[in-house]
Every structure is written in structure tokens, then in C-alpha cells.
């Protein structure tokens, strides 16, 4: 499918967004490590940091753009598989610290060992080994996702009822991961981290590596996504998206459509949290949150639901408007970000880029109706 559409050629907007994205991978990080600090251009390193995190964002609006703009799955959850990956990501880091840690067992992590746990459980065997810890990063939430989405869309839960499912998942997750008894570090989570790969996680050369691969991903995410909403499975899920009951009765299988897209989407959801953590510090059960879920739906809407491109400007847009009103007026952080929303519904439906698109578009078919009007 990728190889059939690389071969037609990519949207011209798809394209430049990808060379824009790759020329950031790579600018920023050689910024801040060949540039001495005094100089205009250096980039510092909790920039590079805060960057990466924004990456990190835009992939996930990426995932939940797929299944909301292009297959009508309005997912109030998708917090939850980016925050399994990043769990199954920093159950790895806790296993590199070994003797390091504060009790200095060489075995058990910190918290367990606070928590009198007399031997690892079995389920954090296997995260010694990086190959082991990237499969479930991808596995974890892909599979939570494909039984979820078995059944909830084989019981044809839809619109409403089925974002309040998935919200009620997250929540569920959330309560779930602050017991202590759970194995994952109770409302602390875990950090702490050493080293990533055998690298220092806090050396500058693998924050900058780090950043690059969120970039890497953000633009790979952008080209599988794009491939899957060209091919024949993109309309099918546009036609599952603007009349599902027609393409039911066409024929098509709505439920495994969905499920497909749905499992999908949580795997890069679950990419983009394992990026995440080593890069922030530190993962709990906070990031399970709800709100986070809604502000990831917000991103998309601001940006264009439906366009890719979109959902990307609008997770870096709507964070570094946060990450400027948290530390100015913090206090009218939640007020901007609802009064954005409320904007963005009433004034720019399309959002950023779909508005732009359709005013382009428009300007488009007026120039070249201008010489047909003339002769």
C-alpha cells in the first residue's frame, strides 16, 4: 500500500509537511550541539526537550485524526494507548537502573522495593531487553484497542455512547494504575531514569537523538497515514464515516473496517508515548487522564479534522499556546483552551488548515472560471 503511494506521488501538502518535519529532525538537534550557548542560533536544550514532547503530541493527533476525521470514530480515549506505550517504555528504563537505583537492588525497582515486593512480578519480565520493551510498546495498546474495539463495534455502539465508552476506558485505566498493588509505581509512577540503549538519557547527543526519532516518527506516521487514507481502505472508512448504515448494507464488514483503523491507531498512539517518556522523565497514572484525551481532540479540531497536515499544526499550535499561558497567566490556561475550542466550532468548523484549504480551493476554481466567463 506505502510503496503503491509513493509511487503516485504524495499530496503536495502531505509532501512539504514531511520535508519540513525531517529538515526540523535534523536542524534543531544539530543547533543545539554544534553551536556554542551564546550564540543567536543555539538551541537550548530544554527547548530541544519541550520540541520533542510537541513531536511526540502531534503523533498522537495524527492517530486520532485517522479514526475521528476519516472514519467518524470520535475517541474521547486515546490517552490511554499513548500512556500504555509509554508505561511499557519506562517499565524498560526502571530495568536499566538496576543497582543504581536508591536501595540498590540490582532486581526490583525503588517503589517495590519501598512497598516490601519480595521478587519482580511476572509481567515485568522481558523489559530488560529493548527488542522486548518495543514490541509491547506497539502490542500493549494495539491489543487493548482490537478487543475494545471487537466489541463495541460489533455491538454497533456509535456517536455519542461510544466516546463515553471510551472515555469511561481511560478513567478506568486510570484508577487502575494508581494502586500500589498494580505493580507500576501507584500515583508516583516511575523515573528515576539512567540510561536508555546503554546511553545516558539526560547526555545532550541522546536528547537529541530522541527528538530526532520523535520527528522521524511524526513524519512516518504522516506518510502510513496518508497511504491508508488514498488507498481502497481509506474510502471505504470516508464512506463508513458519512453513512455507515449504507455501507453496511452495500456489503462492507463496518465492524472489522473499524477495528482495523481502531488497532492501528493505537499502535502509533502507543510509538509516540514510548518517545515521550524518555524524553519528559517520568510516567504516572495522571497521563491516563481524561482531559488529556479531550485536549488531544481539541488539537485535531483546531488544526482540521480530516486533513493529516491539520492535526499536526494543531497539536503544536494549541501546546505552545499552553506552554506560554502556563507560565504567564496560568491561572486562564483552562479558560483559553475552552474559548479556543468554542471559537474554532463557531468561526472555523475546517480548522486551521481545512479552512485554508477550502479558501485556496475556492480562489483555484475562481481563476480558472475567469477565461471561460471572458470568451
Known amino acids: 500500500m506505502i510503496g503503491h503511494f509513493l509511487?503516485?506521488?504524495?499530496?503536495?501538502?502531505?509532501?512539504?509537511?514531511?520535508?519540513?518535519?525531517?529538515?526540523?529532525?535534523?536542524?534543531?538537534?544539530?543547533?543545539?550541539?554544534l553551536l556554542p550557548e551564546g550564540h543567536a542560533l543555539h538551541v537550548p536544550t530544554y527547548l530541544l526537550t519541550l520540541f520533542g514532547k510537541y513531536a511526540t503530541y502531534a503523533t498522537l493527533a495524527l492517530a486520532l485524526d485517522l479514526v475521528w476525521g476519516y472514519c467518524g470514530i470520535l475517541s474521547l480515549g486515546h490517552g490511554a494507548f499513548f500512556a500504555l506505550g509509554g508505561y511499557a517504555m519506562g517499565m524498560y528504563l526502571m530495568r536499566q537502573i538496576g543497582s543504581r537505583g536508591v536501595y540498590g537492588n540490582p532486581i526490583l525497582p525503588d517503589f517495590m522495593v519501598f512497598l516490601n515486593w519480595k521478587e519482580l512480578p511476572w509481567y515485568w519480565h522481558g523489559f530488560d531487553h529493548f527488542g522486548f520493551a518495543l514490541v509491547m510498546v506497539v502490542l500493549a495498546p494495539g491489543l487493548l484497542a482490537f478487543v475494545f474495539g471487537w466489541f463495541a463495534f460489533r455491538?454497533?455502539?456509535?456517536?455519542?455512547?461510544l466516546s463515553i465508552i471510551t472515555q469511561a476506558l481511560t478513567y478506568a485505566l486510570l484508577l487502575a494504575f494508581f494502586r500500589n498493588d498494580m505493580g507500576f509505581g501507584g500515583n508516583n509512577g516511575l523515573t528515576d531514569f539512567k540510561d536508555i540503549v546503554?546511553?545516558?538519557?539526560?547526555?545532550?547527543?541522546?536528547?537529541?537523538?530522541?527528538?530526532?526519532?520523535?520527528c522521524l516518527l511524526v513524519a512516518v506516521g504522516l506518510l502510513v497515514t496518508s497511504a491508508i487514507v488514498k488507498s481502497k481502505l481509506g474510502k471505504v472508512l470516508i464512506a463508513i464515516r458519512d453513512a455507515e448504515?449504507?455501507?453496511?448494507?452495500?456489503?462492507y464488514r463496518v465492524a472489522t473496517f473499524k477495528t482495523v483503523v481502531f488497532t492501528v491507531s493505537a499502535m502509533l498512539a502507543g510509538l509516540a508515548g514510548a518517545l515521550y517518556v524518555p524524553q519528559v522523565g517520568i510516567i504516572n497514572p495522571g497521563e491516563f487522564a481524561p482531559a488529556n484525551s479531550i485536549e488531544a481532540v481539541i488539537w485535531v479540531a483546531v488544526?482540521?479534522?480530516?486533513?493529516?497536515?491539520g492535526a499536526i499544526v494543531g497539536a503544536v499550535a494549541v501546546n505552545w499556546g499552553k506552554t506560554w499561558f502556563t507560565g504567564a497567566l496560568p491561572e486562564l490556561w483552562l479558560f483559553a483552551l475552552g474559548g479556543l475550542f468554542v471559537l474554532v466550532t463557531l468561526f472555523l468548523p475546517k480548522g486551521i488548515v481545512g479552512t485554508w484549504s477550502a479558501w485556496t480551493a475556492k480562489r483555484r476554481a475562481a481563476r480558472d472560471a475567469a477565461p471561460a466567463a471572458a470568451e
Open 303 to 309: 488544526g482540521g479534522r480530516g486533513t493529516l497536515v
Open 198 to 214: 546503554g546511553y545516558n538519557v539526560q547526555s545532550a547527543g541522546t536528547r537529541a537523538t530522541l527528538f530526532f526519532l520523535s
Open 7 to 33: 509511487v503516485k506521488g504524495l499530496d503536495r501538502g502531505v509532501a512539504i509537511t514531511l520535508l519540513v518535519v525531517l529538515a526540523i529532525g535534523v536542524l534543531i538537534p544539530a543547533s543545539n550541539l
Open 245 to 251: 448504515s449504507r455501507t453496511r448494507f452495500i456489503g
Open 155 to 161: 455491538s454497533r455502539v456509535t456517536g455519542v455512547y
